[in-house]
C-alpha cells in the first residue's frame, strides 16, 4: 500500500498562485509515474499533469505555460507550482500514484484526499 498526503490548497486571487505538494509513503516501487488530477464540481475528474521517475512531464493543454509538475524522488514528493490562476481552475485536486514492480508487473494505483483550490474573480 502506498499513502498519499496532499497540502497546499486554498483560496487565491485570480491571477495569483499556489503550489500543491503531495508526498507519498509505504511500499514505493521505483517504476511509478506521479500525477495531478481535478474535479470541479458536476465535471469528470481530469488528468492536469503527470511526472514520471525520471522527469518526464505531460500537461492538459488547459494548463500548459501555466503549471509547473516537479519531483523530489529522494523523497518520494511531487509538486504543482500553478501560476496564472483562473477561476476555471477552481477544483478538487487530487494526487495520483501508479507504480509497478517489474516491466511485467500489474500496476498498482493510489489516490490522495484531494485539496480544494478555488480561484475568486
Known amino acids: 500500500q502506498v499513502q498519499l498526503v496532499e497540502s497546499g490548497g486554498g483560496l487565491v486571487q485570480t491571477g495569483g498562485s499556489l503550489r500543491l505538494s503531495c508526498a507519498a509513503s509505504?511500499?514505493?516501487?521505483?517504476?511509478?509515474?506521479m500525477g495531478w488530477y481535478r474535479q470541479a464540481p458536476g465535471k469528470q475528474r481530469e488528468l492536469v499533469a503527470t511526472?514520471?521517475?525520471?522527469?518526464?512531464?505531460n500537461y492538459a493543454d488547459s494548463v500548459k505555460g501555466r503549471c509547473t509538475i516537479s519531483r523530489d524522488s529522494a523523497k518520494n514528493t511531487m509538486y504543482l507550482q500553478m501560476d496564472s490562476l483562473k477561476p476555471e481552475d477552481t477544483a478538487v485536486y487530487y494526487c495520483n500514484y501508479v507504480q509497478r514492480m517489474h516491466t511485467w508487473s500489474a500496476f498498482q494505483q493510489f489516490w490522495g484526499q484531494g485539496t480544494q483550490v478555488t480561484v475568486s474573480s
Open positions: 511526472i514520471t521517475r525520471d522527469g518526464s512531464t
Open positions: 509505504g511500499s514505493i516501487f521505483s517504476i511509478n509515474t
